[in-house]
């Protein structure tokens, strides 16, 4: 137990898991922002070229990670956003909207589009029927959405290796470069937290809408 009371005494970690959190739930909570509103949208409008929107939203699911960092380093490097704390969040979002869209369609494949035409009936005004009806039915869904968001980036090497900076390193970049350096149980131990972390949130995803769900299984 010695090499987890270790991790406390090596500062770069702790700051790494510290930028790992921050970015992570920034980058979530703009995934379920910008991901809800895409879902609702596929779903629910006629939109032209509605399927050709849907491919490019969750093109990330099927573009090798690799391959999407090098295509960002290169637009980014121009825009002066290579490097940044700017680029490395829209990075993030980039690669967890696609999981929120996924997980809200699902939740709304099921959905019952009369309660929503019966709330209008009775005058709820369309803001109120999204508080009151839509976004409660819907809501697990959601939550799912940005936890698995929250995991995607706080768990992510391949995009940030990229995007990151001297100044700016998350947890998994930080145990990316100790390894290359020495190994030693410290990597273990860190790595195991960091494990036990993604299994607590994908518990939860399980209990709130079904890992399989977004891969088109059972729950």
């Not at 573009?63 to 999407?68: A, F, I, N, S």
Request: proline letters at 5%; one cysteine or more; hydrophobic letters at 55%.
């Amino acid at each position: 137990m010695q090499w987890y009371t270790k991790i406390l005494e090596r500062p770069e970690f702790m700051t790494a898991l510290a930028n790992s959190a921050k970015f992570a739930l920034i980058a979530a909570f703009f995934s379920v922002l910008f991901g809800t509103l895409g879902a609702l949208a596929i779903a629910k409008y006629d939109i032209p070229g509605k399927a050709f929107i849907t491919a490019l939203l969750t093109s990330p699911l099927s573009v090798p990670q690799l391959v999407l960092g090098v295509a960002l380093l290169i637009y980014f490097t121009p825009l002066m956003l290579a490097g940044t704390g700017t680029g490395f969040l829209i990075a993030h979002i980039i690669i967890c909207i696609p999981y929120v869209i996924r997980l809200v369609l699902t939740g709304l494949s099921g959905f019952d589009y009369n309660l929503e035409r019966a709330a209008a009936i009775l005058g709820a005004s369309p803001a109120t029927v999204f508080w009151k009806v839509t976004l409660p039915l819907i809501r697990p869904a959601i939550i799912s959405g940005g936890l698995f968001a929250f995991l995607t980036s706080f768990d992510n090497v391949t995009v940030s290796l990229f995007m990151v900076s001297p100044d700016m390193r998350t947890l998994p970049i930080e145990i990316f470069s100790h390894m290359q350096d020495a190994y030693d149980p410290l990597v273990a131990s860190i790595s195991s937290v960091v494990i036990f972390i993604s299994i607590i949130l994908i518990v939860i995803l399980e209990k709130l809408q079904g890992v399989g769900k977004m891969f088109g299984g059972t729950h």
